[in-house]
């Protein structure tokens, strides 16, 4: 807590807008999980927080520690690369999951296998509430 | 001054990311199929690994680093899992 | 004699940069990563992957600062669409998109850069066709297949020709 004070204003000020930023968008993106209607509407949610939520977060605490012991302090930039490179093929393997059940089930609505072009428009099959 | 403000939107953020993880488990748990739950699940990783980086800004020490670090890589690696086991072990239903 | 001690020279750079962010920068730690790194790119020889060659790096630093940009507004457009609630709903829905990018590491990048996107995601590849499954947030806004194509698939091909 005492090093805290010797920040300069300014510093103080950036990392508490990226921090907030940081969180406000990682909590827009869980209440999109809780709000979008289908399944395929909320893998966009998530995303959110992955990319410009968790950079805020990382990039205030490269920021914070570099100042506090005025040398670069980067090592966050792994969490950041790490996030970025593991999460959409997280995401990509959990919707054709998705689809690959929706369609051996014999949903409805799901889009036409080899056409071309906006598929379909309706309301998803895998409906939450 | 700059503690004031620093303590003030931590705590804060710490607030809005914990809403963030409660909402996840609330999905977790009554998500209708188990793509919204697995989905959910990797939401909740991402929150909790965030609310770790910002304590160890609190708290002014590295040492929080290396548990977010290891949290990324653990819900990942359990998002895939779980994502493979959607495709293969519940084909027969 | 450069080609046989470091295969895979980006591979050996970035295992050392991730050294030295883990540990601190001294010569000690220099050292050991560069050991290491060499070691774990011998490793990776032995694999034999597929080696991507990068023919247009300037194709390379124009995606990356167009990247950053494009998931801010998209950032942006969906945490709007979030919170707009029942009132403010768009259509979602699937795009399939015909690709003309046969590189498998092209591919993968793609995969990554829409999925990343928040308001796109990639749901599904057709080797055969050639096509690729998009699920849109935002279905009426753009003409995502003329968006995708010229964006990002012009530039990867440019890159991995």
Known sequence: ?129 | MSAAILLWSLTIAQILLAVAMAIAAFRMIFGPRAQDRVLALDAFYVAGMLILVVLGIRTGSTLYFEVALIIALLGCVSTIALAKFLMRGEIIE | MMRSVLPYPLLALSLLVMWILLNGLSVGQLLLGGVVAVAASAVMAQLKPAKPRLRNWRAVMRLALILPVDIFRSNMAVSRQILAGTGGRKISGFVAIPLALRDRTGLAILACIITSTPGTAWVEYDSNRNTLLLHVLDLGSEDWIKLIKTRYEQPLMEIFG
């Open chain 1, 1 to 129: 807590m005492t090093d805290m004070a010797d920040l300069p204003i300014w510093a103080a000020l950036l990392v508490a807008f990226l921090v907030l930023l940081g969180a406000v968008l990682t909590l827009i993106g869980a209440v999109g999980l809780l709000r979008l209607r289908s399944f395929y509407e909320r893998v966009h949610a998530p995303t959110l927080g992955t990319t410009f939520g968790a950079g805020g977060i990382l990039v205030a605490s490269m920021i914070f520690f570099s100042m506090l012991e005025t040398r670069p302090v980067l090592h966050e930039v792994l969490i950041s690369v790490f996030i970025t490179v593991t999460t959409p093929v997280t995401l990509m393997l959990l919707a054709r999951a998705a689809l690959y059940r929706d369609r051996a089930e014999g949903a409805e609505c799901l889009p036409v296998r080899h056409e071309v072009g906006p598929a379909n428009a309706g309301p998803d099959p895998s409906q939450g509430d």
